[in-house]
């Protein structure tokens, strides 16, 4: 009896403090591959002319928790992303992404990994950032 409560407490202290660290929205240790969800922070520029769009424009973007699946959403459409570290995204932007001057809005997503069932979320869409087109 004593060395099964031995085992026991151990295993029980463990799922305590997946339960405890999963309210507070620190990384369960029983999430396998759940991926953070992506933040957003600076854009490499927030304003740039609809010429410089049509030349075709590389926007880079700086954010926090990027995989090497996350991908850039602009305006509610995922766009051919190359993820450069774990810090920074970037994408050419084109007339057929943006066609003519105004506002746009820049997420990052990151899918979804393995969450399994115990209560883990994973992966996400960032803050939005508006860049503008004059």
Do not use: W
């Amino acid at each position: 009896m004593k060395r099964i409560r031995t085992f026991l407490l151990p295993l029980g202290a463990l799922l305590c403090a997946a339960l405890i660290l999963q309210g507070c929205g620190a990384l369960n240790p029983l999430c396998g591959s759940a991926r953070p969800s992506p933040s957003i922070a600076t854009l490499s520029a927030s304003t740039i002319t609809f010429a410089q769009v049509q030349q075709g424009y590389l926007l880079t973007v700086n954010g926090s928790h990027v995989v090497s699946s996350s991908v850039l959403v602009i305006n509610g459409n995922i766009e051919a992303t190359q993820v450069l570290s774990s810090t920074q995204l970037q994408v050419t932007l084109t007339d057929t992404m943006i066609t003519g001057p105004g506002s746009a809005t820049v997420n990052i997503h990151t899918p979804g990994g393995n969450t399994s069932d115990v209560g883990c979320s994973s992966g996400g869409t960032s803050n939005a950032l508006v860049l503008t087109i004059t």
